[in-house]
């Protein structure tokens, strides 16, 4: 088998549905599986997948271990070569994996790939490249220096080594992480894909980032950026720097005050205001517009039933929602429509009765169920 992808998902069930659907259309040319592991969920996301997806493998942990152990729990599962670890909050485009898969056969001493993430509204997530956080860079990243060397300089449609990936798309193959014993489970949220991608450096593989092709990564879905998150991160930062650099006073110190005091003054998200005054709803179908036009305000949707009118459509818009029907518009080119940064964004995933999107990588997205005509 050529290809595992590991989804690991907590409460994220319509998000958790469209991850999947958008990876069955990606490894449809692929000997692949998916293996979904969820941590406990209160949601019926494990009640979804028996019964939407009974032929993909499902492990129903009884609590939430953390993303570390339920990761390292599904890759001893995993029948192929290589393994993709994959947040539920994503979508891939139909040709990500292939791509990656070429790249990773024709390079020698492969360590982990990642590719470029993006958000719900269509902006670059810088952490899709990132360096080593020394105890140097940590400190001026905990300071708030923008020219701290947190983040790669590596143009974001490059292809180059890199030498740290993010846990939401990490590919690499089974062995390099089953060399470096997986994920560290002394971290139980963030500082995982840190750590593993230092291992696998450290153990003389190289990390690349894939620039060519872009993956959607809601992000803000996965995990709320509060003082919670702060506290949670700073933390894994501060055990990260413990296991791999040689004690000093001055940074000890620092990171250890970085990590105590930055949650303390971190503010809570906010929802994001945002005013639409039209809905454009990309599709071929006069029954899925209706659905769609229903659950939005009917007098402001407008339908567009070819991807050409569509752009002449959107032209000046301003303060526009577009609403991309999978069953028309595959997930590469919704992906590349997200890219152009129009609006805001929301799809409806193929074989699917509901949308989603997310207007802001820090908040919460969005899901509207369709009603049946």
């Known amino acids: 088998m050529q290809l595992s992808v590991i989804i690991l998902n907590y409460n994220v069930r319509y998000f958790l549905e469209a991850c999947v659907r958008s990876v069955q259309a990606a490894i449809t040319t692929l000997d692949a599986e998916i293996i979904v592991v969820d941590n406990n969920s209160p949601d019926d996301s494990c009640e979804m997948m028996r019964n939407t997806f009974p032929e993909i493998q499902l492990l129903a942990n009884t609590e939430n271990v953390g993303f570390a152990k339920a990761n390292n729990q599904a890759v001893q599962l995993a029948k192929g070569e290589y393994v993709c670890i994959l947040n539920p909050d994503t979508i891939v485009a139909e040709d990500t994996f292939t791509q990656l898969l070429q790249f990773a056969d024709a390079t020698e001493n492969l360590g982990s790939i990642g590719c470029k993430l993006i958000d719900g509204s269509g902006k670059f997530l810088p952490e899709s490249k990132r360096n080593i956080p020394t105890p140097m860079v940590s400190v001026k990243k905990i300071l708030g220096n923008k020219n701290s060397g947190y983040y790669s300089s590596l143009e974001e449609n490059e292809i180059g080594k890199i030498d740290i990936l993010v846990g939401a798309f990490m590919l690499m193959k089974k062995e390099v992480y089953d060399a470096v014993g997986g994920f560290d489970e002394d971290y139980f949220m963030y500082g995982e894909d840190i750590d593993l991608s230092y291992k696998i450096k450290k153990a003389g593989f190289q990390n690349y980032y894939y620039g060519k092709t872009s993956v959607i990564h809601y992000k803000g879905e996965s995990t ?21 650099f040689k004690r000093n006073l001055v940074y000890d110190v620092a990171v250890t005050l970085g990590a105590r005091l930055i949650p303390l003054v971190s503010p809570s998200e906010t929802s994001t205001k945002k005013e639409v005054q039209k809905y454009i709803i990309v599709s071929d179908s006069a029954e899925r517009f209706k659905q769609i036009q229903a659950v939005y305000h009917p007098k402001n949707c407008v339908q567009v039933e070819n991807l050409g009118h569509f752009f002449r459509q959107i032209e000046g818009e301003k303060n526009i929602e577009i609403i991309l029907d999978n069953h028309f518009v595959d997930m590469k080119d919704s992906i590349q429509i997200f890219e152009k940064q129009f609006g805001y964004y929301k799809i409806l995933p193929k074989n699917s009765t509901f949308i989603v999107g997310s207007d802001s990588s820090k908040n919460r997205g969005e899901v509207r169920l369709l009603s049946e005509l």
Request: glycine share 4%; aromatic share 24%.
């Open 224 to 244: 709320l950026k509060d003082k919670t998150y702060a506290k949670r991160f700073y933390g894994a930062m501060q055990l990260f720097y413990k296991k791999h």
